[in-house]
């Protein structure tokens, strides 16, 4: 099992970003003003984070930026434009609440 794949199943929401992406920064307040705690993972910072980098560029199937990557339940769901329209059309909070993350 590759890294990217045990980390995305470890937590509900898990998101890797980078610490100099201000559209991470974007996702990641989202989440958390939503009420959530999801795993974030800074793959500049870690220590596997260019292998991680290569295996979320194939799964996107795209080169970078990779960045964020948000994965709910398990399952990638994508970038800022992905959780972005979800939220605005309201299937983000059901998609979450599916997922176990929030309860109320």
């Known amino acids: 099992m590759d890294q990217v794949t045990k980390l995305a199943s470890e937590r509900a929401v898990v998101v890797f970003t980078s610490s100099r992406c201000s559209m991470c920064h974007s996702v990641t307040s989202l989440l958390t ?4 705690n999801a795993a974030v993972y800074e793959l500049d910072k870690e220590h596997r984070g260019r292998e991680m980098e290569r295996e979320l560029a194939r799964r996107l199937g795209r080169g970078p930026p990779m960045v964020p990557a948000v994965f709910i339940g ?6 800022t ?10 299937e983000l909070v059901p998609m979450l609440k599916n997922a176990g993350a929030l309860w109320l």
């Open 33 to 36: 003003n939503l009420g959530l």
């Open 81 to 90: 434009n992905r959780v972005m329209a979800l939220h605005l059309a309201g």
């Open 74 to 79: 398990g399952n990638l769901v994508g970038g």
